[in-house]
């Protein structure tokens, strides 16, 4: 398949993936900050279903994109935007925003228990079964802010906690075919208070992709584009105008 052109002078157009227990609406104070330094952008509403199904979806959003592309993913996000770039023309950078960069095999429930501190399973609520065997999985609303959003003030948590949505135990469990920060830079940034996934666990994934640039926000929870939305917009920023 040929490769797409686009105009000289376009700005690349920012692809925003959020993470399990949140929803697009977490990109709100980056993209503030995105559209007013004009960039186009673009939060896609993530299915949450598996890394397949999911990357399949979000690579069928940028392939629709006229311009080169910088694909940002959250969370489990991160595992998404490794299977869609993977096979698309036009992404010229990967983001990974507290962010999961599994290699081919891997999975996001393996990579989280890869080194000691998270505490995401003790803070989950009763699972919702689905059909077929699978279950959705929420975080308790009463464990949400110390958990998920501690940087965060209370009564936005509150309202996140209320408004989150779930993810199959299946897409946490489920292995990446094709990494693709092998081959297309990656860029980095993740709280060091982070109790969904290690920070030592973002700091070895950053290692092991080359990271070209590796923010570490100090106190910063896993919601670090809801605490530290200019932090986030820039580092995107920098993969952004990066040759």
């Known amino acids: 398949m040929a490769s797409p052109s686009f105009s000289a002078d376009a700005k690349p157009t920012v692809v925003l993936v959020h993470g399990a227990f949140a929803d697009a609406s977490s990109w709100n104070g980056v993209i503030t900050k995105l559209e007013k330094d004009g960039y186009p952008v673009v939060a896609v509403a993530n299915p949450l279903r598996g890394v397949k199904s999911d990357g399949d979806y979000v690579r069928r959003v940028v392939a629709g994109v006229k311009t080169p592309v910088v694909l940002v993913g959250h969370s489990y996000g991160g595992s998404v935007i490794t299977d869609a770039a993977s096979s698309?023309?036009?992404?010229?950078?990967?983001?990974?925003?507290?962010?999961?960069?599994?290699?081919?095999?891997?999975?996001?429930?393996?990579?989280?228990?890869?080194?000691?501190?998270?505490?995401?399973?003790?803070?989950?609520?009763?699972?919702?079964?689905?059909?077929?065997?699978?279950?959705?999985?929420?975080?308790?609303?009463?464990?949400?802010?110390?958990?998920?959003?501690?940087?965060?003030?209370?009564?936005?948590?509150?309202?996140?906690?209320?408004?989150?949505?779930?993810?199959?135990?299946?897409?946490?469990?489920?292995?990446?075919?094709?990494?693709?920060w092998k081959t297309i830079p990656a860029y980095f940034v993740y709280g060091d208070a982070d109790k969904n996934i290690p920070a030592k666990a973002l700091q070895w994934m950053a290692d092991r992709a080359k990271s070209k640039d590796t923010v570490v926000v100090h106190g910063a929870s896993h919601v670090v584009m809801v605490s530290h939305p200019d932090k986030v917009a820039k580092l995107i920023e920098e993969a952004a105008t990066s040759k």
């Open 88 to 180: 698309a023309t036009n992404v010229k950078s990967l983001v990974y925003v507290a962010a999961f960069a599994p290699d081919s095999g891997e999975t996001a429930a393996a990579l989280s228990g890869k080194f000691p501190g998270g505490t995401l399973g003790s803070a989950l609520a009763e699972p919702v079964a689905l059909d077929g065997g699978m279950k959705d999985l929420y975080i308790d609303q009463a464990k949400f802010h110390d958990q998920f959003a501690a940087d965060v003030p209370k009564d936005e948590a509150r309202l996140m906690a209320a408004t989150q949505r779930p993810i199959t135990d299946a897409a946490l469990n489920e292995a990446t075919d094709k990494a693709a």
